[in-house]
């Protein structure tokens, strides 16, 4: 299914450049985007490394206006640290204390979430002077989530071993959706060398699951045109 998926992203990729291309719109250049930061939820997680690596090529719509569309691999995820759970003894049932109150533990939990991300990003080049410009962009992206793991280390409501660590799989986890969508935006400063030199981020509008939360990453790119 994972083929089939990236199958389907990369040939909406060709096929919109075909569009583009048979629309009169000329090709600028051809580009090669890499970066990294960090990623985390909306809600109380903390963030995570993250970073991005893929292609894209850019169409000229106007003197100052370009159109961006790229395909990339990018790694996002984040922390939920210093849980509150209850003990649980193996047999199931809640652990207390010798004054019967229940017997708390602090559980931990990293999470690593990979997508293969569809930006269709315009950018708006403001010219300082000869070969240096500021980039603005902007636009929708989509998203689909092709692995990752959940790290748990303390969560003593589980029997066992699992009490001390266990992963799992990130999007196996009930109630996750691997797809997902929201805006990217970014600023950059282009030299006459085709580096352009840049920070970016990803807003998730699409729940990542059915708690509500939503990806977001910051990111430092370089962007190489060729």
Do not use: C
Not at 33 to 42: E, Q, S
Not at 58 to 67: G, N, R, V
Not at 137 to 164: F, H, M, N
């Amino acid at each position: 299914f994972h083929l089939f998926i990236f199958t389907l992203m990369s040939r909406f990729f060709l096929a919109a450049l075909l569009i583009l291309s048979a629309a009169g719109v000329r090709a600028q250049n051809f580009q090669m985007r890499i970066g990294g930061g960090v990623a985390t939820h909306y809600n109380n997680a903390t963030p995570i490394g993250s970073f991005k690596a893929g292609l894209g090529v850019e169409f000229e719509l106007s003197q100052s206006l370009t159109f961006a569309p790229s395909l990339v691999f990018y790694a996002k995820g984040w922390k939920n640290h210093n849980q509150r759970v209850y003990f649980r003894e193996d047999d199931g049932s809640q652990a207390v204390d010798k004054d019967g109150n229940p017997i708390m533990g602090i559980r931990n939990r990293t999470t690593t979430a990979n997508y293969l991300e569809l930006p269709l990003v315009f950018n708006y080049y403001f010219r300082l002077s000869a070969g240096h410009y500021i980039v603005a962009s902007a636009g929708p992206y989509v998203a689909y989530g092709l692995g990752g793991k959940q790290t748990t280390r303390g969560d003593v409501e589980q029997i066992g071993s699992r009490k001390l660590y266990y992963d799992t799989q990130t999007f196996k986890e009930h109630g996750t959706h691997r797809f997902d969508g929201g805006l990217t935006i970014g600023l950059g400063y282009q030299l006459p060398s085709h580096l352009t030199l840049g920070i970016e981020t990803d807003l998730g509008l699409t729940k990542f699951n059915a708690a509500g939360d939503r990806n977001v990453t910051a990111l430092v790119t370089l962007t190489y045109q060729f």
